[in-house]
Every structure is written in structure tokens, then in C-alpha cells.
């Protein structure tokens, strides 16, 4: 890993965690005009280091609870379930947002709740502890995957930097 990766590598950790702490995201008021876009960042940054971790590592973050196998989208663990949220965060058009003839982006769920049910599926939020955001039918839960992700990015990549 070259000099300008582990600069980028700590600039979007060190961002990452003034986000993640800002609490910003835990707001569920309806509030917080720049709750969508520290979403995005987020979900930016974490792309981009779940990405040079595998590239630079060999180490995927590759855990699979509370994720729901989605073959069309091609998700099949934490990495690939944020790849696809910020795809279709970034794309107003994105397929990722799309269920049959269902468009659902940037819903959330927060406690233990189902936002809505289609296909004989329920979708929300299985726990009082935590927030979920649904993008189409899959959904990304602040605390189990992003918080979890970013703290095991830190983890794998502070020795190396």
C-alpha cells in the first residue's frame, strides 16, 4: 500500500468516525436537514475502504447476519449489501431502489417496527436498539452493519497505517 492510499485510507476513517459519533444519523426526529447526506457520506467512505480493504488486504468484510441473499442485486454479505445502498443512494434512477413495480428510497424504520410487507415479506426493523434504511426490499441497519463495518475497517487497517 502506497503513501497516498494510507493517507486516503485515514482521511475517510477519521471522517467516518466524526460522522459516526455526531450521532447524526440516530436522529430520528425528521429534524436534521443533513441527515440523507451524512447517510451518503457515509455510505461513500465505507464503500471506498470495504473496497482497499480487499484490494490491500485480502480482507473482506464478508458477515452475513441480518442480511437478506439478494441474487439480482448480487447481495450476499455486509460488503456487497453497502456497495448496493451506495449505488443507490448516489443514483436517483438506480434499479437498486426498485421491487416489481414498488420505487422505495431512503425509508427507515427505527425500534421494532415493519415499515411495510410485499410478498409475503415484512420489512423494518427487528430491533428496539437499532435504525434501519430500506432501499427497494433490502435493508441496512445502522448499528449492526454500519457501525459494525466502520469499526472493523478500523481495526484491520489502524496496524497498517
Not at 35 to 45: F, G, K, T
Given at each position: 500500500m502506497n503513501h497516498i492510499t494510507k493517507f486516503e485510507i485515514e482521511q475517510s476513517l477519521s471522517?467516518?468516525?466524526?460522522?459516526?459519533?455526531?450521532?447524526?444519523?440516530?436522529?430520528?426526529?425528521?429534524?436534521n436537514l443533513f441527515?440523507?447526506?451524512?447517510?451518503?457520506?457515509?455510505?461513500?467512505?465505507l464503500k471506498d475502504l470495504l473496497i482497499k480493504s480487499e484490494k490491500h488486504?485480502?480482507?473482506r468484510i464478508d458477515?452475513?447476519?441480518?442480511?437478506?441473499p439478494d441474487n439480482n442485486l448480487k447481495i450476499f454479505d455486509v460488503t456487497s449489501l453497502i456497495s448496493n445502498f451506495r449505488d443507490a443512494c448516489c443514483h436517483n434512477d438506480s434499479?437498486?431502489?426498485?421491487?416489481?413495480?414498488?420505487v422505495s428510497s431512503f425509508n427507515?424504520?427505527?425500534?421494532k417496527s415493519i415499515l411495510f410487507s410485499i410478498d409475503n415479506i415484512d420489512i423494518g426493523c427487528k430491533y428496539d436498539d437499532d435504525i434501519v434504511f430500506i432501499m427497494g426490499i433490502n435493508v441496512l441497519y445502522l448499528k449492526r452493519h454500519i457501525e459494525r463495518a466502520y469499526f472493523e475497517l478500523e481495526s484491520i487497517f489502524r496496524?497498517?497505517?
Open positions: 471522517r467516518l468516525k466524526t460522522l459516526i459519533e455526531s450521532k447524526v444519523l440516530w436522529d430520528t426526529t425528521g429534524n441527515r440523507q447526506s451524512v447517510l451518503i457520506e457515509v455510505l461513500i467512505h488486504l485480502n480482507i458477515f452475513i447476519e441480518d442480511i437478506n434499479f437498486r431502489r426498485k421491487h416489481k413495480s414498488m427507515e424504520a427505527s425500534g496496524p497498517s497505517l
